[in-house]
């Protein structure tokens, strides 16, 4: 509390000002829906419509029973059992129109959310556990999207004030004008709160994304959890997030209750006080007593709502405090491409030729390196200089951490390099890294299957396949040979977990689904590690077909599959260390020689030790 | 489908609700009685202004300073009672939800994989977090609620009935009518409660996707269709979301409402009586005033069941998770005996008929293998892929249990063994490795999580991975992203293996690298796996001929049987399909030496 008070004046109406930019932020959204929403505010007038009728149904019916006029009771039932038929109605439509926007906002923010998160670069995009982006979306575009209610509220509350000062006035200007002054009093009280609550509803949030992460590893892990007996050390874990989640979430109980009770004890500390003087008056025969009742009955009347808004604006901080996660990914930099896509805006063309003159891929002087969380640098490509022509196939081997991953990835424009420029068909590839993705078909060593079937998965993104473009597909990669034994073949759902598959076969599945875009220039990255040596032996076939009229660069371990390779790059420590056929690099440069030893050597190593088992 | 319908009627389910809230009996009727109070304190308050209009009108200063002096104690009190409703309330709900949710996670980790595994993390997640809280904190507000209304129903109609019976008879019928008219609507919104829920769940699964897959759909330029699958998704919740928000609306405004309806009951008919000269205008006022305390109460309370449609959807959430099948988990008994070489011939692993097949279908995975090997010896399972090898391995982990058939160690029959105990015997080392969120040393110490520091870097130098782990930038507390994401494929092998070798098992099963990553790390991780093995009982599927070639005992199998068993010798002499497969690989690593040479 002292902090806040603490707080300079400047600084309180800077934040106000942060405050409403961020609101308008998120009711942007609603321009769509003006006209719902446009309907839904006139139709809070129905509400203080009805508040007005009720408080005037007593009067009348006073004044008709003291005249015992039956047929006026009559009369008046009757209008207000109209009145109560078309106030539910209306009343419905605005409680719709209300829930309407909120749903609306909620669903176009968090599909542009989603559609932002997509068009991060990749490394952004891993620098933060997945949870916490799903937690963004899940979570946090609702939280926000509950600001809008806020505008409904706040406009009735606005409109109370208004009619009860009109009304007030009409007794008293002095004592309306006194009621009056109490409400920024109350409003200004609830403002000293507001960054309070705001920090720790971003904090709430920012823990349920942490529990979402624990339960995620969680489930994704249960297998090896199992095993380990682990599951009590993350049911700990949960229990222990949760346990300073519900803390803050107790804190902000707390405040926002204290807050509403300070507000609730100034208007009673206010309205004793005028009560006092007023009865004063009246004890001096300044005023009557019927003043006296209907004056009360109306400063109530236009503090509660001054109390209501204040609770509506504390609300909204819960709901800034959300959207400030929102925020932070929506100003996230995007990749340079992907701005037209998330724009719906027209498929980016390819915008390349296969050229036969030029080389299909050319990288100059590519140098990237890995920024961790705590700030280190690690150096990964140094000045990197290669390139491959059509119906060439390149190898790339190395010792572990020389960088062959992280070029295949820069070749296949997953990650931007730091400095270099690569050539796409001749043509430069500045910044539009989708436009390089689009001729190249990139095979990691463990490739993400959605959950859907095989055929989904495999055409995914590609309309208008035929059954014989799949089928031609799913054969090149040696994936029908198990497809066929499914009793559903293609449509087989895949599930979460791919359980019922195995390492070998979802790497086949993969290869398939590059195999069907047809581009120029395929790249694969281990991706045939874990199958079998028959699979593994017709896959090899396979690749020699796939190399006629395309670039290819394979990243493997089998000196059978690397020494069919047109070419071999040899790399050690970022740098490409030689050059060459395989004949030659075996006379040339000693570390391939070594490599292929090792791969060789290991089998008598092993040897050696089974012996000894 | 019916049956699982009956099982989760909503009758049945809010039984289920209501036990999830008799631990907190207490605590309800506390809460319950401070709204009590709040209630009485502010009719005390209104009366005070009537203390206050008298004491002016009889011109008594002294009265008007003790009105005002009690006004002040009343608004004192009352700030004091919310404050402690505010506090019990929150406590409340968020040590309960907790509780709730802990139990569910603690159940969860005793359901079997394969039921688990048809679930999507998204889903799981959302019924843990989602649904448990909705579900508990409905039933704690409702029966808090349910106890406060009623109270104050008893003390008004002795009060009320005193005044006038018909009246209060009416009122009673009026805001008890129009609840009892909508509960037909329950089976609606129940329907599309549960669509919602279902909807909700999957949206999120498909973000999880899009980021956990977020490779794949950068590199095949997926994110199109990944923005307008969650946006059909989206779409197609909001589109359930407005029908129950239409009942929503609905029903909240006959709530607001409603009240007015007996007002005017009262006033019409009230004023009819007196203008019959059967009642007071006064007494009619009087009844209007206090009837206002009534009829909102009535209306919730006859209103309970439609609004605890949507706890009662996201309980049902709840509970289908508490259901799921458990692991059988053995008594727990039937320790290991220490055998003492009187049963050596009982000593090590016998499966007999082992019969599996998923729930869900009805095609055999494993079909009636029978085998043994007894301890501290190598058993290889050579065959085509698919031919169940996989499998295998989850019946020794009893992540899958035997459809029929039973499966022995040292003489003690597999299934009546805790599980707990039983994989405390095992390590797995599987093709694909597992990392977690966290610390190289976390994930290393996973593996037994008693070990000390020293004995930590010791398994991973065993396992050929200290001098990489000390090359990152952190050492041992470098994290390691999602799935070890900063790790190449041959690192995060590698830290399993030392996370299986600070387990040291009696039994170590290993799903063996067909062929490993690179080929430093082959060399690195064969020897890793050939020190981890030493001394233990393996089972492993295999790929290499060295590894095969040295094995106590091969297995082949071929669509879920074992076709052909024993030594490498045995098999050649036979002359079958492992001949065949044996003379393939062998002219293929053949090859592989021509090259180097």
Same mark, same amino acid.
């Given at each position: ?15 106000m000002?942060?405050d ?15 006209w ?8 809070v007038s129905?509400?203080i419509?009805?508040?007005l ?13 003291n ?9 008046f ?18 409680l719709?129109?209300k ?22 670069p990749?490394?952004?995009l ?5 949870a916490d982006?799903?937690?963004r ?12 209610l ?39 009280? !609830? ?19 942490d529990v979402r ?6 489930f ?13 050390l993350f ?10 989640q519900?803390?803050?979430l107790?804190?902000?109980?707390m405040i926002?209750?204290?807050?509403y009770?300070?507000?609730?004890f ?16 009246v004890?001096?025969g300044?005023?009557t ?17 001054f109390s ?7 609300h909204?901080?819960q ?6 996660r ?17 724009d !719906? ?8 030729e ?18 961790? !969380? ?9 000045h ?11 190898a ?12 295949a990835k820069i070749?296949s ?6 400095s270099?420029?690569?050539y ?19 095979v990691?060593?463990s490739s ?9 998965n ?19 990669? !040696?994936?029908?040979?198990f ?5 559903n ?12 598959l ?16 047809e ?16 699979m593994?032996?017709?896959l ?14 394979i990243?493997?371990h ?11 790059i ?12 395989h ?6 440069c ?11 050597g290991s ?5 050696a030790?089974?012996?000894?088992v | ?19 999830l809230?008799?631990p ?5 009727i ?8 709040e209630?009485?304190?502010s009719?005390?308050y ?6 206050i ?21 009343i ?19 968020n ?26 993390t ?10 448990? #809280?909705i ?9 808090i ?13 002795v ?26 609507i ?5 329907r ?5 829920n279902?909807? #909700? ?9 899009a ?12 994110q199109?269709?990944m ?12 589109r359930?979301?407005l ?5 929503e ?9 409603v ?8 006033l019409?008919?009230?004023g ?29 309370l006859?209103?309970?069941w ?10 049902k ?23 003492d070489g ?31 090997l007894?301890?501290g010896?190598?058993a ?16 020794f ?45 976390d994930?290393?110490?996973y ?10 870097i ?31 494929g041959?690192e995060r092998q ?23 990553l690179d ?19 393996c ?6 001929l ?9 297995i ?5 049987a074992v076709?052909?068993a ?6 050649m ?9 044996y ?15």
């Amino acid at each position: 509390m002292s902090q806040v008070s603490r707080v300079s004046k400047s600084r309180l109406q800077r934040r106000m000002n942060d405050d409403l930019t961020r609101f308008f932020q998120v009711m942007g959204y609603a321009k769509k829906y003006r006209w719902a929403l446009a309907i839904g505010l006139l139709l809070v007038s129905v509400e203080i419509f009805f508040e007005l009728y009720v408080a005037n149904a007593q009067k009348i019916f006073i004044d008709n029973t003291n005249e015992k006029n039956a047929d006026a009771i009559t009369q008046f039932v009757q209008q207000s059992l109209l009145v109560i038929a078309a106030v539910i109605v209306l009343l419905a439509a605005q409680l719709m129109l209300k829930g309407l926007i909120q749903q609306f906002i909620n669903r176009d923010m968090s599909v542009h959310l989603l559609g932002r998160i997509n068009a991060l670069p990749l490394k952004r995009l891993q620098s933060m556990h997945s949870a916490d982006w799903v937690s963004r979306v899940a979570r946090d575009v609702p939280e926000s999207a509950s600001i809008s209610l806020a505008l409904f509220d706040l406009s009735r509350d606005i409109l109370l004030i208004l009619f009860s000062f009109i009304y007030l006035s009409s007794y008293n200007i002095y004592l309306a004008a006194v009621a009056l002054l109490s409400g920024p009093l109350i409003f200004m009280i !609830g403002r000293l709160f507001d960054g309070k609550i705001r920090t720790l509803s971003e904090g709430i949030q920012k823990r349920e994304a942490d529990v979402r992460e624990t339960l995620q590893e969680y489930f994704q892990g249960t297998a090896v959890i199992r095993s380990y007996g682990l599951s009590s050390l993350f049911e700990q874990e949960f229990h222990e997030k949760r346990r300073l989640q519900n803390k803050d979430l107790l804190k902000r109980e707390m405040i926002t209750t204290s807050m509403y009770q300070l507000m609730d004890f100034i208007i009673n500390g206010i309205i004793i006080f005028v009560i006092y003087f007023v009865c004063l008056a009246v004890l001096r025969g300044e005023l009557t007593v019927g003043t006296v009742l209907a004056f009360l009955y109306l400063l109530i009347r236009i503090q509660v709502p001054f109390s209501n808004i204040s609770r509506t604006l504390s609300h909204v901080q819960q709901g800034l405090g959300a959207s400030d996660r929102v925020q932070a990914v929506m100003c996230m930099e995007e990749e340079p491409s992907a701005k037209a896509m998330t724009d !719906g805006l027209a498929k980016p063309s390819t915008g390349y030729e296969a050229n036969r003159e030029e080389a299909a891929l050319r990288l100059e002087d590519i140098s990237f390196c890995y920024r961790s !969380g705590e700030g280190h640098e690690t150096a990964v490509l140094h000045h990197i200089r290669f390139a491959i022509r059509l119906n060439e196939t390149v190898a790339i081997v190395g010792m572990s951490g020389s960088g062959k991953s992280t070029l295949a990835k820069i070749c296949s424009g997953l990650l931007e390099p730091d400095s270099g420029s690569i050539y796409a068909h001749g043509k430069q590839v500045t910044g539009r890294l989708d436009n390089l993705r689009s001729t190249i078909g990139y095979v990691p060593q463990s490739s993400f299957m959605f959950s859907g079937s095989i055929r989904d998965n495999i055409t995914i993104g590609l309309p208008g396949i035929t059954e014989e473009q799949l089928n031609n597909a799913l054969t090149i990669a !040696g994936a029908h040979f198990f497809i066929d034994k499914l009793p559903n073949g293609v449509e087989t759902q895949l599930s979460e977990a791919s359980s019922k598959l195995s390492g070998g076969e979802i790497q086949r599945l993969a290869i398939a689904r590059a195999v069907l875009r047809e581009t120029p220039i395929l790249i694969l990255d281990e991706s045939t590690s874990a199958v079998d040596n028959e699979m593994e032996r017709y896959l090899e076939n396979s690749l020699r077909l796939l190399a006629n009229d395309r670039a290819l660069i394979i990243i493997a371990h089998r000196m059978s599959t690397v020494r069919h390779a047109d070419r071999i790059i040899v790399m050690d420590q970022g740098k490409i260390l030689a050059t060459g056929t395989h004949e030659h690099l075996l006379r040339a440069c000693e570390l391939y020689a070594k490599l292929c030893r090792n791969d060789i050597g290991s089998q008598d190593d092993n040897l050696a030790v089974s012996q000894q088992v | 489908m019916h049956e699982e319908e009956h099982r989760y009627s909503p009758y049945r389910v809010i039984v289920r609700l209501l036990r999830l809230g008799k631990p907190y009996l207490v605590l309800y009727i506390l809460i319950a009685v401070a709204i009590l109070v709040e209630v009485g304190l502010s009719i005390a308050y209104a009366n005070t202004f009537q203390l206050i209009v008298s004491g002016v009108v009889s011109d008594e200063y002294p009265a008007l300073v003790r009105s005002i002096l009690i006004m002040s104690v009343i608004v004192v009190s009352m700030s004091a009672v919310f404050m402690a409703r505010g506090y019990l309330g929150a406590r409340l709900d968020n040590d309960s939800r907790l509780k709730l949710q802990d139990e569910m996670l603690r159940k969860v980790s005793r359901v079997r994989l394969d039921s688990l595994d048809k679930l999507h993390t998204s889903d799981k997640i959302a019924r843990i977090l989602e649904s448990a #809280s909705i579900a508990q904190a409905g039933i704690n507000n409702r029966l808090i609620g349910f106890i406060a209304d009623a109270a104050k129903v008893v003390a008004l109609l002795v009060y009320l009935s005193s005044l006038s019976a018909r009246l209060t008879a009416g009122s009673i019928i009026v805001s008890a009518l129009i609840p009892l008219m909508l509960l037909p609507i329950s089976r609606y919104s129940r329907r599309w409660f549960d669509q919602q829920n279902r909807l #909700s769940a999957e949206k999120d699964g498909i973000v999880q996707e899009a980021v956990q897959g977020g490779e794949v759909v950068r590199s095949y330029r997926l994110q199109k269709d990944m923005n307008e699958r969650f946006a059909n998704k989206v779409s197609e919740f909001v589109r359930v979301r407005l029908r129950t928000l239409s009942i929503e609306s609905f029903t909240g405004s006959l709530t607001a409402i409603v009240p007015f309806l007996s007002v005017v009951y009262i006033l019409g008919y009230g004023g009819l009586l007196v203008s019959r000269n059967e009642m007071e205008v006064g007494a009619v006022a009087a009844f209007l005033a206090a009837s206002n305390l009534l009829t909102g109460p009535i209306y919730n309370l006859f209103g309970t069941w439609n609004a605890l449609q949507w706890s009662i959807s996201q309980a049902k959430r709840v509970f289908e998770l508490m259901d799921l099948p458990e692991e059988p988990s053995g008594s727990g008994v039937a320790e290991e005996p220490k055998h003492d070489g009187v049963n050596l011939e009982s000593a090590g692993f016998r499966m007999e008929k082992v019969v599996f097949r998923y729930s869900d279908e009805d095609l055999d995975v494993v079909r009636g293998v029978s085998l043994s090997l007894e301890e501290g010896r190598i058993a290889a399972i050579v065959g085509p892929s698919g031919s169940g090898k996989s499998t295998m391995l989850k019946l020794f982990m009893k992540d899958y249990e035997p459809s029929s058939g039973r499966i022995w160690w040292n003489g003690i029959d597999c299934s009546l063994m805790d599980n707990k105990q039983w994989r405390k015997k095992l390590a797995l080392v599987s093709q694909t490795p597992f990392l977690f969120h966290g610390t190289v040393y976390d994930n290393i110490h996973y593996g037994n999580r008693e070990a000390s520091e020293l004995e930590v870097i010791e398994a991973a130098k065993m396992a050929n991975i200290h001098d990489v782990i000390m090359r990152l930038p952190d050492g041992y507390h470098t994290r390691i992203g999602e799935r070890g994401a900063t790790l190449s494929g041959g690192e995060r092998q590698r830290i399993t293996i030392a996370r299986a070798f600070l387990r040291n098992p009696d039994i170590l099963l290993l799903d063996e690298p067909t062929s490993a990553l690179d080929n430093e790390n082959q060399a690195a991780i064969q020897q890793a796996i050939n020190r981890l093995m030493k001394g233990k009982t393996c089972v492993i599927v295999a790929h290499r001929l060295s590894t095969i070639i040295h094995a106590d005992k091969i297995i082949f199998m071929k669509d879920g049987a074992v076709v052909e068993a024993g030594t490498h010798e045995e098999l050649m002499l036979l002359g079958g399909h492992y001949y065949e497969m044996y003379q393939m690989n062998r002219t293929n690593e053949q090859s592989e030496w021509e090259v180097a040479t």
